[in-house]
């Protein structure tokens, strides 16, 4: 069985940081590359950031990048998502998930597997 565990969300003042974590288990972590998505009130859920695999290749949306690093320990079977310079627009739920497939990062419909999420709420 498949499990994905976010943690690390929490309430931030804007400028703040955070560091999510995603713990997986019941995969063979290393295969997968990993994404972190978020989603906020009556909103779509959007991409954040990817990884690859071997952690060789990252990406990121653009509203986050230079202030958001994705990173992996395989050895952990974890992902994280270090969160600097947080915005209220920062604020969501967000979701690791996991892609076999090595399809279109951005996409939601690309991963396997995805984690039940982790408040983000960024205060002004």
């Known amino acids: 069985q498949v499990q994905l565990v976010e943690s690390g969300g929490g309430l931030v003042q804007a400028g703040g940081s955070l560091r999510l974590s995603c713990a997986a288990s019941g995969l063979t972590f290393s295969l997968y590359n990993m994404g972190w998505f978020r989603q906020a009130p009556g909103k779509e859920r959007e991409f954040v950031a990817a990884?690859?695999?071997?952690?060789?290749?990252?990406y990121y949306a653009d509203s986050v990048k230079g202030r958001f690093t994705i990173s992996r320990d395989n050895a952990k079977n974890t992902v994280y998502l270090q969160m600097n310079s947080l915005k209220v627009e920062d604020t969501a739920v967000y979701y690791c998930a996991a892609d076999r497939s090595y399809g279109r990062f951005t996409l939601t419909s690309t991963y396997d597997y995805w984690g039940q999420g982790t408040q983000v709420t960024v205060s002004s």
């Open positions: 990884i690859s695999w071997s952690g060789g290749r990252t």
